[in-house]
């Protein structure tokens, strides 16, 4: 069974920084993407993805303030967020994805309040 390992959140002030890592128990090139969620009340959306090909996608609202990105050598996906709001709060969630099945990491809380 595959297992995603998330760390960095946290508690940020509006207009501050937190990176998030997330290392998988297999090799980041066994997946088809990678990337993060995160939890709203009754939905878990994507924020922003990487394939295994380096394309990226971002969710409109984080569009120039967070950065996906990846450490062949670490074997980690990295979310560096900047510029934080507090609508940016919520349970971040990695996710692998493989052919059809997803695969989740047990998430990481950011709170970004003053």
């Known amino acids: 069974q595959v297992q995603l390992v998330e760390s960095g959140g946290g508690l940020v002030q509006p207009g501050g920084s937190l990176r998030l890592s997330c290392v998988p128990s297999?090799?980041?090139?066994?997946?088809?993407?990678m990337g993060w969620y995160r939890q709203a009340p009754g939905q878990r959306d994507l924020v922003a993805r990487i394939?295994?090909?380096?394309?990226?996608d971002y969710v409109d609202s984080v569009k120039g303030r967070f950065t996906i990105s990846r450490d062949n050598a670490q074997n980690t996906v990295y979310l560096q967020m900047t510029s934080l709001k507090p609508e940016d709060t919520g349970v971040y969630y990695c996710?692998?994805?493989?052919?059809?099945?997803?695969?989740w990491g047990p998430g990481t809380q950011v709170t970004v309040s003053p």
């Open positions: 394939t295994v090909g380096g394309t990226t």
């Open positions: 297999e090799s980041i090139f066994d997946f088809n993407h």
């Open positions: 996710n692998a994805k493989r052919m059809r099945t997803d695969y």
